[in-house]
């Protein structure tokens, strides 16, 4: 799910910032990364309805739990609706922490706020039904946020995370190794990573051990977004 550049320099990123108002109001959070002065970092992995009959990348699962790595999964409704059991298998696993995609990932810029609000709430209820769950984090589809879009989702109850590092695993034309070394180069202490769970990451699992080795290697510890954003939660409670 990739930003273009315009999206990006659009994007509020307010962690650590104050001041910001939205109609009389603290502008609504973007969350990009957490605090740099740390060794913790994200890993993060979008489950996007693909239409296709596996939408399931079990490989990237059984990696993660086979080196113990928590990680945020953020599953959109109807992927949920197609993979009952399997949304249901992830949520009972305590290292893996459950959130919001919106429904049938659109172009959440151009749709209303009636549109916004239902995809987000149904997204809720059914991840609440099915996985006993209640989500704090929502990621937009694409990677395409705005202001208005953000509010929308705190409304919901919902903190919008985006990432500072975009592994690019949907893409065809980049190797696994190629995609090793640009995360093993490019990640910070705070960083939020995206990846993909629903086999739309060409080669995921091809990479996924040796990016987790490397990042270990170098000193940085895996938590879910939760964990990380632990000690900003005040910066969040005054931005919703």
């Keep these: 799910m990739f930003l273009s550049r315009s999206l990006r320099l659009f994007i ?28 913790k970092i994200a890993l993060t992995f979008d489950a996007c309805p693909t239409g296709t009959p596996d939408e399931y990348d079990e490989k990237v699962i059984e990696i993660l739990l086979r080196e113990k790595v928590p990680a945020t999964l953020f599953l959109s409704g109807r992927w949920v609706e197609k ?5 249901k298998f992830l949520a009972s696993r305590p290292q893996f922490e459950i959130a919001n995609h919106g429904f049938y990932h659109p172009h959440m810029l151009e749709k209303d706020d009636d549109r916004v609000l239902r995809e987000l709430k149904r997204t809720q209820a059914l991840l609440k039904k099915v996985t006993g769950r209640t989500p704090r984090y929502f990621r937009p589809p694409y990677g395409e946020v705005d202001g208005r879009v953000a509010k929308l989702a705190a409304e ?14 949907p893409d065809p034309d980049l ?7 640009a995360v093993l180069r490019d990640a910070q202490g705070g960083s939020i990573i995206v990846f993909h769970m629903n086999r739309k990451g ?8 040796e990016v987790i080795q490397g990042l270990r290697q170098k000193g940085f ?9 632990q000690n900003a939660k005040s910066q969040i409670t005054n931005h919703q």
């Design 202 to 209: 060409v080669h995921t699992a091809e990479f996924l051990p």
């Design 175 to 181: 190797s696994a190794k190629g995609i090793t070394r």
């Design 221 to 229: 510890t895996f938590v879910t977004v939760g964990e990380l954003l």
């Design 83 to 87: 993979n009952v059991e399997k949304a």
């Design 156 to 169: 919901a109850g919902l903190v919008t995370i985006q990432y500072d590092l975009a592994s690019g695993d």
């Design 12 to 39: 509020f990123f307010l962690f650590f910032s104050s001041g910001l108002v939205w109609g009389g109001s603290p502008a609504p959070l973007i969350v990009e990364h957490g605090p740099r002065n740390t060794h």
